[in-house]
C-alpha cells in the first residue's frame, strides 16, 4: 500500500491516466450542464476550492458545473444525494475530510463511503495549526506538553465542532503526548479562534486558512503544524515532526467524487482536466494565499487514500471515544 504522505504530494505535472483511453461516453462528456453538490455551507473552504476547480472545468469542457450547496448533517445531507444520483456523470460530489470519517464517528449513515463512489481526485490538501493564546507560558510544543502533564485538566483547546477534523486532530495530539486538555467546541472554526483568541479557551486546533491571519499579526502564537512538511504561508512555523519527533499528520483535504458506476471514462475525461487546472498559475497561486496545496491525485490514490484515512480517524475516534454529539 502507497505511504500515506504520497497523497499529499504536489502531482500536477503527472498525469497518470492514460490520454488515449476514450469511448462515447467519454466524446460527448459533457453534453449539458454538471451539477456539483457541496455538501457544506456555502463561503467554507470546500465551498471555496470547488468553486474555483469548477470555474476551470466549465471553461475546459465547455459546460457549466454549477455548485449546488447541501449542507446538513455533517455533510451527509448532500453526500447522499450524490450516492443516490444516476451514476451518468453529471451528478458529481465536492466532499471534504468527513468522506473519510463520518463512518466512524455515526453509529450509521446512509452511505458507504468505500462502494457508494467513484471517487474522481483529491483537489488540495491544507493542515491544521495548534495555536496558543500569548499569555501561555510555551514557546514550543514540547514546553506546552510539559505544562499539560504538569498541570492535569487545567488547559482548554477550541475546534470547529465535535467530530470535526479540528477536533480529531486536538484528540490525535493528546492521544500522543497522554496530555489531559479540555475540548471545548465550537459551531465552526472562526468562533473556536475567536474564542482563544480572547483568552477564554487556552489554545486552538485550527484549519491554517483559518487561523494564519492570527498567527501574523500576532494575536495569537503558532507552535506546530499537523502536516508532514512546512507551509508556505507560514514557513517559520514547524511541523509537529520538526518540533517534537512525532509525525502527526491531520489535513484538511478537498475532492470530487461520482456516483459508484459512473463510466470510468467519464471519470478519467474529468480526472485529467483537474490535473491541467493544477497546473495553472493562477491556481496554484489562489489556493497557496488560501492556505492549501495542489495534490491532483489520481481516483486510485484517492479511493485508497479515503480507506487509510477511514482506518486511522476510526482508531482516534474510538480510543477517545468520541460521539458527533
Not at 288 to 317: H, M, Q
Amino acid at each position: 500500500m502507497l505511504a500515506r504522505r504520497q497523497f499529499l504530494q504536489l502531482a500536477a505535472a503527472v498525469p497518470l491516466v492514460p490520454f488515449g483511453l476514450r469511448d462515447a461516453f467519454a466524446q460527448s462528456y459533457p453534453s449539458k450542464p454538471v451539477r456539483m453538490i457541496v455538501a457544506s455551507a456555502p463561503g467554507g473552504q470546500t465551498d471555496t476550492t470547488a468553486r474555483l476547480l469548477t470555474a476551470k472545468l466549465t471553461q475546459s469542457l465547455g459546460q457549466s458545473f454549477i455548485i449546488e450547496n447541501m449542507g446538513g448533517a455533517a455533510g451527509s445531507m448532500g453526500t447522499v444525494a450524490v450516492a443516490r444520483a444516476v451514476p451518468d456523470g453529471y451528478t458529481l460530489l465536492a466532499a471534504g475530510s468527513s468522506i473519510a470519517i463520518n463512518n466512524s464517528l455515526y453509529p450509521k449513515i446512509a452511505y458507504d463511503p468505500y462502494k457508494d463512489f467513484a471517487p474522481i481526485s483529491l483537489l488540495c490538501s491544507s493542515p491544521h495549526l495548534l495555536v496558543i493564546h500569548p499569555s501561555i507560558p510555551a514557546q514550543n510544543v514540547n514546553e506546552l506538553v510539559a505544562l499539560a502533564r504538569a498541570n492535569p485538566g487545567k488547559y482548554s483547546y477550541s475546534s470547529a465542532g465535535p467530530g470535526t477534523p479540528a477536533h480529531l486532530a486536538g484528540e490525535l495530539f493528546k492521544q500522543a503526548f497522554g496530555v489531559d486538555i479540555t475540548h471545548v467546541p465550537f459551531k465552526g472554526g472562526g468562533p473556536g479562534i475567536m474564542s482563544t483568541l480572547g483568552g477564554h479557551t487556552s489554545m486552538a486546533v485550527t484549519a491554517l486558512p483559518t487561523g494564519m491571519a492570527y498567527v501574523r499579526d500576532g494575536g495569537l502564537r503558532a507552535l506546530g503544524l499537523f502536516s508532514s512538511k512546512r507551509a508556505s504561508t507560514l514557513p517559520g512555523i514547524p511541523t509537529m515532526a520538526e518540533a517534537t519527533g512525532h509525525d502527526l499528520p491531520a489535513d484538511i483535504v478537498n475532492g470530487f467524487l461520482a456516483p459508484a458506476k459512473t463510466p470510468r471514462p467519464i471519470v478519467d475525461a474529468i480526472y485529467r482536466e483537474i490535473v491541467k487546472a493544477m497546473a495553472a498559475p493562477d491556481v496554484r497561486e489562489r489556493l497557496a494565499k488560501l492556505g492549501f496545496d495542489p495534490v491532483a491525485s489520481t481516483p486510485e490514490e484517492f479511493e485508497t487514500w479515503i480507506k487509510i484515512e477511514g482506518a486511522r480517524w476510526g482508531k482516534v475516534i474510538r480510543d477517545a471515544k468520541i460521539t458527533a454529539d
